[in-house]
Protein backbone atom coordinates (compact mmCIF):
# COMPACT_ATOMS: atom_id res chain seq x y z
CA UNK A 1 0.00 0.00 0.00
CA UNK A 2 2.94 2.49 0.77
CA UNK A 3 4.52 1.47 -2.49
CA UNK A 4 1.31 2.73 -4.22
CA UNK A 5 1.24 5.63 -2.43
CA UNK A 6 4.32 6.59 -3.52
CA UNK A 7 4.22 5.73 -7.22
CA UNK A 8 0.56 7.71 -6.97
CA UNK A 9 2.30 10.69 -5.83
CA UNK A 10 5.37 10.70 -8.04
CA UNK A 11 2.76 10.78 -10.95
CA UNK A 12 1.04 13.80 -9.16
CA UNK A 13 4.57 15.72 -9.18
CA UNK A 14 5.44 14.70 -12.68
CA UNK A 15 1.90 16.43 -13.62
CA UNK A 16 2.55 19.42 -11.83
CA UNK A 17 3.72 21.49 -15.34
CA UNK A 18 0.64 22.90 -16.76
CA UNK A 19 -0.32 21.12 -20.27
CA UNK A 20 -2.21 24.14 -22.34
CA UNK A 21 -1.69 27.65 -22.05
CA UNK A 22 -4.78 28.09 -20.49
CA UNK A 23 -3.34 26.36 -17.29
CA UNK A 24 0.12 28.08 -17.47
CA UNK A 25 0.58 30.84 -14.55
CA UNK A 26 2.67 34.24 -15.20
CA UNK A 27 4.45 35.47 -18.23
CA UNK A 28 1.38 37.07 -19.49
CA UNK A 29 3.20 38.50 -22.30
CA UNK A 30 4.65 35.67 -23.58
CA UNK A 31 1.73 33.82 -23.05
CA UNK A 32 -0.33 36.31 -25.10
CA UNK A 33 2.03 36.50 -28.06
CA UNK A 34 2.97 32.06 -27.82
CA UNK A 35 -0.85 32.22 -28.08
CA UNK A 36 -1.19 34.00 -31.45
CA UNK A 37 1.62 32.30 -33.05
CA UNK A 38 0.05 28.62 -32.46
CA UNK A 39 -3.32 29.90 -33.33
CA UNK A 40 -2.21 30.71 -36.85
CA UNK A 41 -0.27 28.18 -37.31
CA UNK A 42 -2.98 25.81 -36.45
CA UNK A 43 -5.35 28.10 -39.14
CA UNK A 44 -3.32 27.60 -41.82
CA UNK A 45 -2.29 23.78 -40.96
CA UNK A 46 0.93 24.14 -40.83
CA UNK A 47 3.97 23.74 -38.26
CA UNK A 48 4.15 27.08 -36.73
CA UNK A 49 7.57 28.63 -36.59
CA UNK A 50 10.60 27.99 -34.59
CA UNK A 51 10.76 29.37 -31.18
CA UNK A 52 13.62 30.49 -28.57
CA UNK A 53 12.50 31.40 -24.79
CA UNK A 54 15.74 32.51 -22.89
CA UNK A 55 15.47 33.70 -18.94
CA UNK A 56 16.48 32.26 -15.81
CA UNK A 57 16.25 28.73 -14.81
CA UNK A 58 13.03 27.20 -13.23
CA UNK A 59 10.91 30.18 -15.16
CA UNK A 60 9.08 27.54 -17.08
CA UNK A 61 11.02 27.44 -20.26
CA UNK A 62 10.82 23.39 -20.40
CA UNK A 63 7.42 23.37 -19.54
CA UNK A 64 6.07 25.70 -22.61
CA UNK A 65 7.90 23.54 -25.05
CA UNK A 66 5.69 20.92 -24.30
CA UNK A 67 2.79 23.31 -24.09
CA UNK A 68 4.01 24.03 -27.91
CA UNK A 69 3.88 20.28 -28.86
CA UNK A 70 0.37 19.71 -26.53
CA UNK A 71 -1.33 22.57 -28.53
CA UNK A 72 -0.04 21.52 -31.55
CA UNK A 73 -1.23 18.16 -31.07
CA UNK A 74 2.25 17.16 -31.68
CA UNK A 75 4.91 14.88 -30.19
CA UNK A 76 7.92 16.17 -28.81
CA UNK A 77 11.72 15.50 -28.54
CA UNK A 78 13.60 16.46 -25.56
CA UNK A 79 17.61 16.80 -26.11
CA UNK A 80 20.38 19.54 -24.54
CA UNK A 81 22.83 21.43 -26.19
CA UNK A 82 25.52 19.87 -24.45
CA UNK A 83 24.65 16.53 -25.40
CA UNK A 84 24.70 17.45 -29.16
CA UNK A 85 28.55 17.56 -29.34
CA UNK A 86 28.91 16.84 -33.10
CA UNK A 87 27.08 17.42 -36.27
CA UNK A 88 26.04 13.45 -36.28
CA UNK A 89 24.26 13.73 -33.74
CA UNK A 90 22.21 16.54 -34.93
CA UNK A 91 21.85 14.90 -37.94
CA UNK A 92 20.83 11.40 -36.39
CA UNK A 93 17.87 13.29 -34.38
CA UNK A 94 16.65 15.40 -37.30
CA UNK A 95 16.50 12.44 -39.69
CA UNK A 96 14.57 10.49 -37.50
CA UNK A 97 11.91 13.44 -36.94
CA UNK A 98 8.08 13.23 -38.24
CA UNK A 99 6.23 15.63 -39.83
CA UNK A 100 5.02 18.23 -36.97
CA UNK A 101 7.07 17.35 -34.72
CA UNK A 102 8.10 19.53 -31.91
CA UNK A 103 12.38 19.46 -31.22
CA UNK A 104 13.14 21.04 -27.76
CA UNK A 105 16.69 21.67 -27.29
CA UNK A 106 17.51 22.72 -23.71
CA UNK A 107 20.78 24.87 -23.31
CA UNK A 108 21.14 25.57 -26.71
CA UNK A 109 23.63 27.90 -26.69
CA UNK A 110 26.23 25.04 -25.10
CA UNK A 111 25.47 22.93 -28.88
CA UNK A 112 28.94 22.54 -30.94
CA UNK A 113 29.66 25.11 -33.22
CA UNK A 114 29.30 22.31 -36.28
CA UNK A 115 25.53 21.35 -35.09
CA UNK A 116 25.10 24.81 -34.83
CA UNK A 117 26.38 25.49 -38.61
CA UNK A 118 24.30 22.50 -39.56
CA UNK A 119 20.83 23.45 -37.79
CA UNK A 120 20.57 26.87 -39.70
CA UNK A 121 20.13 24.93 -43.24
CA UNK A 122 17.52 22.66 -41.34
CA UNK A 123 15.75 25.05 -39.83
CA UNK A 124 15.53 27.38 -42.82
CA UNK A 125 15.40 24.77 -45.75
CA UNK A 126 14.40 21.73 -43.99
CA UNK A 127 17.56 20.03 -45.14
CA UNK A 128 20.46 18.21 -43.85
CA UNK A 129 23.28 17.91 -45.97
CA UNK A 130 25.29 14.16 -44.69
CA UNK A 131 28.81 14.12 -45.34
CA UNK A 132 30.03 10.57 -46.87
CA UNK A 133 33.64 10.23 -47.30
CA UNK A 134 36.81 11.90 -46.31
CA UNK A 135 39.31 14.32 -47.70
CA UNK A 136 38.78 15.65 -51.46
CA UNK A 137 36.68 12.91 -52.38
CA UNK A 138 33.85 13.56 -49.51
CA UNK A 139 30.64 14.19 -51.12
CA UNK A 140 27.66 15.99 -49.42
CA UNK A 141 23.98 14.07 -49.97
CA UNK A 142 21.04 16.48 -49.04
CA UNK A 143 18.16 15.00 -46.80
CA UNK A 144 14.94 16.63 -46.91
CA UNK A 145 13.18 16.36 -44.37
CA UNK A 146 9.63 17.26 -42.62
CA UNK A 147 8.53 20.55 -41.43
CA UNK A 148 9.12 20.46 -37.82
CA UNK A 149 9.08 23.05 -35.03
CA UNK A 150 12.91 24.24 -33.14
CA UNK A 151 12.00 24.99 -29.50
CA UNK A 152 15.41 26.69 -28.20
CA UNK A 153 15.60 26.96 -24.41
CA UNK A 154 18.67 29.48 -23.14
CA UNK A 155 19.60 30.61 -19.80
CA UNK A 156 22.12 33.07 -21.69
CA UNK A 157 20.71 34.27 -24.54
CA UNK A 158 24.25 36.49 -25.57
CA UNK A 159 25.84 33.75 -25.85
CA UNK A 160 23.54 32.01 -29.03
CA UNK A 161 25.38 33.16 -32.05
CA UNK A 162 23.71 35.84 -34.60
CA UNK A 163 22.68 33.84 -37.58
CA UNK A 164 21.00 30.97 -35.30
CA UNK A 165 19.02 33.45 -32.88
CA UNK A 166 17.71 35.30 -36.60
CA UNK A 167 15.77 32.15 -37.26
CA UNK A 168 13.61 31.89 -34.79
CA UNK A 169 10.25 33.07 -35.83
CA UNK A 170 9.14 34.12 -31.95
CA UNK A 171 11.66 34.82 -29.61
CA UNK A 172 10.21 35.25 -25.97
CA UNK A 173 11.99 36.40 -22.48
CA UNK A 174 10.71 35.21 -19.49
CA UNK A 175 10.63 37.22 -16.29
CA UNK A 176 10.90 36.44 -12.68
CA UNK A 177 7.20 36.11 -11.20
CA UNK A 178 5.25 38.05 -8.86
CA UNK A 179 4.78 36.52 -5.06
CA UNK A 180 0.68 36.72 -6.10
CA UNK A 181 1.74 34.28 -9.15
CA UNK A 182 3.70 32.08 -7.28
CA UNK A 183 0.99 32.03 -4.84
CA UNK A 184 -1.46 30.50 -7.54
CA UNK A 185 0.94 28.17 -8.91
CA UNK A 186 1.33 26.91 -5.15
CA UNK A 187 -2.48 26.64 -5.07
CA UNK A 188 -2.63 24.55 -8.02
CA UNK A 189 0.13 22.29 -7.20
CA UNK A 190 -0.89 22.08 -3.42
CA UNK A 191 -4.37 20.95 -5.28
CA UNK A 192 -2.39 18.00 -7.42
CA UNK A 193 -0.50 16.65 -4.50
CA UNK A 194 -3.40 16.51 -2.32
CA UNK A 195 -1.55 18.92 0.17
CA UNK A 196 -3.53 20.27 3.09
CA UNK A 197 -2.57 23.68 2.94
CA UNK A 198 -3.71 27.65 3.99
CA UNK A 199 -3.51 30.32 1.49
CA UNK A 200 -1.38 32.44 4.76
CA UNK A 201 0.97 29.10 4.22
CA UNK A 202 0.90 29.71 0.48
CA UNK A 203 1.92 33.44 0.52
CA UNK A 204 4.56 32.92 2.78
CA UNK A 205 6.57 30.07 0.65
CA UNK A 206 5.64 32.34 -2.28
CA UNK A 207 7.35 35.30 -0.55
CA UNK A 208 10.95 33.04 -0.18
CA UNK A 209 11.19 31.49 -3.76
CA UNK A 210 13.20 33.65 -5.32
CA UNK A 211 10.39 34.73 -7.64
CA UNK A 212 10.68 30.97 -9.61
CA UNK A 213 7.91 28.37 -9.50
CA UNK A 214 10.73 25.61 -9.63
CA UNK A 215 11.98 26.82 -6.03
CA UNK A 216 8.38 27.34 -4.85
CA UNK A 217 6.74 24.12 -5.88
CA UNK A 218 10.44 22.38 -4.10
CA UNK A 219 9.66 24.58 -0.57
CA UNK A 220 6.04 23.07 -1.16
CA UNK A 221 7.31 19.67 -0.87
CA UNK A 222 9.67 20.29 2.16
CA UNK A 223 7.18 22.06 4.03
CA UNK A 224 4.56 19.69 3.67
CA UNK A 225 7.46 17.12 5.12
CA UNK A 226 7.65 19.44 7.63
CA UNK A 227 4.06 19.30 8.23
CA UNK A 228 3.66 15.67 8.08
CA UNK A 229 6.73 14.81 10.58
CA UNK A 230 6.69 17.32 13.24
CA UNK A 231 3.33 19.58 12.80
CA UNK A 232 -0.05 18.84 12.51
CA UNK A 233 -0.02 17.59 8.48
CA UNK A 234 -1.31 20.98 7.49
CA UNK A 235 0.65 24.00 5.83
CA UNK A 236 0.26 26.75 7.58
CA UNK A 237 2.17 29.67 8.44
CA UNK A 238 3.79 28.99 11.28
CA UNK A 239 4.47 26.06 9.33
CA UNK A 240 6.22 26.82 6.88
CA UNK A 241 8.37 29.70 8.78
CA UNK A 242 9.63 26.43 11.01
CA UNK A 243 10.18 24.71 8.10
CA UNK A 244 11.86 26.59 6.08
CA UNK A 245 14.13 27.95 9.09
CA UNK A 246 15.16 24.11 8.63
CA UNK A 247 15.95 24.37 5.71
CA UNK A 248 18.10 27.48 5.80
CA UNK A 249 15.79 29.85 3.90
CA UNK A 250 15.44 33.16 5.20
CA UNK A 251 12.31 35.36 4.80
CA UNK A 252 13.85 36.87 1.34
CA UNK A 253 14.27 33.73 -0.21
CA UNK A 254 18.31 33.41 0.92
CA UNK A 255 19.82 30.07 1.47
CA UNK A 256 23.28 29.28 3.36
CA UNK A 257 25.41 29.74 0.09
CA UNK A 258 23.63 33.41 -0.55
CA UNK A 259 24.08 34.31 3.29
CA UNK A 260 27.65 33.07 3.34
CA UNK A 261 28.49 35.34 0.23
CA UNK A 262 27.01 38.47 1.47
CA UNK A 263 28.45 37.67 5.32
CA UNK A 264 31.89 36.77 4.10
CA UNK A 265 31.65 40.05 2.00
CA UNK A 266 30.14 42.04 5.35
CA UNK A 267 32.72 40.47 8.35
CA UNK A 268 35.77 39.37 6.35
CA UNK A 269 35.92 42.19 3.60
CA UNK A 270 34.37 45.26 5.48
CA UNK A 271 32.00 45.00 2.66
CA UNK A 272 34.39 45.01 0.01
CA UNK A 273 35.11 45.03 -3.07
CA UNK A 274 36.63 42.13 -3.40
CA UNK A 275 37.20 40.12 -6.10
CA UNK A 276 35.39 36.68 -7.19
CA UNK A 277 38.12 34.49 -6.39
CA UNK A 278 38.91 35.29 -3.34
CA UNK A 279 35.23 35.56 -2.53
CA UNK A 280 34.42 32.19 -3.66
CA UNK A 281 37.64 31.01 -1.46
CA UNK A 282 36.30 32.27 1.54
CA UNK A 283 33.44 30.50 1.32
CA UNK A 284 34.42 27.96 0.46
CA UNK A 285 32.87 27.13 -3.49
CA UNK A 286 34.00 26.99 -6.82
CA UNK A 287 34.24 31.19 -8.60
CA UNK A 288 31.36 29.63 -10.99
CA UNK A 289 29.39 28.32 -8.15
CA UNK A 290 29.54 31.97 -6.54
CA UNK A 291 28.87 33.72 -10.12
CA UNK A 292 25.80 31.92 -11.32
CA UNK A 293 24.40 30.63 -8.20
CA UNK A 294 24.59 32.96 -5.69
CA UNK A 295 25.53 36.63 -7.15
CA UNK A 296 22.74 36.80 -9.66
CA UNK A 297 19.94 36.70 -6.89
CA UNK A 298 22.03 38.93 -4.24
CA UNK A 299 22.56 41.49 -6.93
CA UNK A 300 18.20 41.52 -8.75
CA UNK A 301 17.62 41.89 -4.64
CA UNK A 302 20.24 44.67 -4.47
CA UNK A 303 22.30 43.45 -1.45
CA UNK A 304 25.60 43.75 -3.64
CA UNK A 305 26.72 44.93 -6.50
CA UNK A 306 29.47 44.22 -8.93
CA UNK A 307 32.04 46.83 -9.86
CA UNK A 308 35.17 46.71 -12.08
CA UNK A 309 37.04 46.50 -8.39
CA UNK A 310 34.66 43.52 -7.58
CA UNK A 311 31.68 42.63 -5.11
CA UNK A 312 30.71 45.36 -2.62
CA UNK A 313 27.92 45.22 -0.36
CA UNK A 314 25.10 47.75 -0.31
CA UNK A 315 23.72 49.29 2.32
CA UNK A 316 20.59 47.21 2.50
CA UNK A 317 23.20 44.46 2.26
CA UNK A 318 24.39 45.52 5.81
CA UNK A 319 21.22 45.70 6.76
CA UNK A 320 19.49 42.37 6.11
CA UNK A 321 22.43 40.75 8.30
CA UNK A 322 21.85 43.55 11.19
CA UNK A 323 24.86 44.72 10.52
CA UNK A 324 26.15 48.90 10.30
CA UNK A 325 28.68 49.58 7.53
CA UNK A 326 32.57 51.05 8.63
CA UNK A 327 32.06 54.17 9.28
CA UNK A 328 28.30 54.73 9.94
CA UNK A 329 27.02 55.62 13.48
CA UNK A 330 25.42 52.94 15.44
CA UNK A 331 21.80 52.76 16.40
Known sequence: MRGDAGDAERQAEAALRPRGLGD???????????????????????APDHVLLSGPPGLGKTTLAMIVAHEMRAQIRITA???????????????????????????IHRMARAAEEMLYVAMEDFRVDVIVGKGPGATAIPLDLPAFTLVGATTRSGLLPAPLRDRFGFTGHLDFYTADDLTTVLRRSAAMLGIDAEPAGLVEIAGR??????????LLRRVRDWAQVRGSGRVDRAAARAALT???????????????VLGALCRRFDGGPVGLSTLAVSVGEEAETVEEVAEPF???????????RGRVASREGWAHLGLTPPGEPTA
Not at 36 to 44: G, H, I, T
Not at 209 to 218: D, E, L, Q
Request: hydrophobic share 40%; proline share 5%; no cysteine.
Open 24 to 46: FVGQPQVRDQLSLVLDAARARGR
Open 209 to 218: SRGTPRIANR
Open 298 to 308: LVREGLISRTP
Open 81 to 107: GPAVQHAGDLAAILSSLEEGEVLFIDE
Open 246 to 260: VYEVDERGLDRLDRA
